[in-house]
């Protein structure tokens, strides 16, 4: 499964942007999704949690660093999942990706479709090409 990133970009300290993460193939729709971020200077460490959503479209989780000002929704209609941050801060600069969990076994049951995924990076399978967002203070 291909994962294809939009969005991101400049934007000023407190303000809004969304990044989407599609794919043409419509098992998307049978995968929770992730979102993570690398921060400069922290390329040694793993990739920080930010937000999932279920296969569902249900259990949003966000990290700690994101909580209360970013929202993650699906379209299943669109195979898209986005991910709209608001008051954004400098410290949000980062590289941002989507990844999917439950390609590789164990796969995802329709009875797991509303169960919260992992937020460890390990558990994602297939990872979309990255997408830049700058904040300027």
């Known amino acids: 499964i291909h994962l294809e990133q939009s969005g991101g970009g400049l934007v000023q300290a407190g303000g809004s942007l969304t990044l989407s993460c599609a794919s043409s193939?419509?098992?998307?729709?049978?995968?929770?999704i992730g979102w993570f971020r690398q921060r400069p200077g922290k390329e040694h460490e793993d990739h920080e949690f930010?937000?999932?959503?279920?296969?569902?479209?249900?259990?949003?989780n966000y990290g700690d660093a994101v909580k209360g000002r970013t929202a993650i929704s699906r379209d299943f209609a669109k195979n898209t999942v986005s991910l709209q941050m608001s008051s954004l801060r400098p410290e949000d600069t980062a590289v941002y990706y989507c990844?999917?969990?439950?390609?590789?076994?164990?796969?995802?049951?329709?009875?797991?479709?509303?169960?919260?995924?992992?937020?460890?990076?390990?558990?994602?399978?297939?990872w979309g090409q990255g997408t830049q967002v700058t904040v300027a203070s």
């Open positions: 990844a999917v969990h439950g390609v590789r076994p164990p796969k995802v049951t329709p009875a797991a479709y509303g169960v919260r995924p992992p937020i460890a990076t390990p558990a994602y399978d297939r």
């Open positions: 193939d419509h098992s998307f729709n049978t995968y929770h």
């Open positions: 930010v937000a999932s959503i279920t296969a569902s479209g249900s259990s949003p």
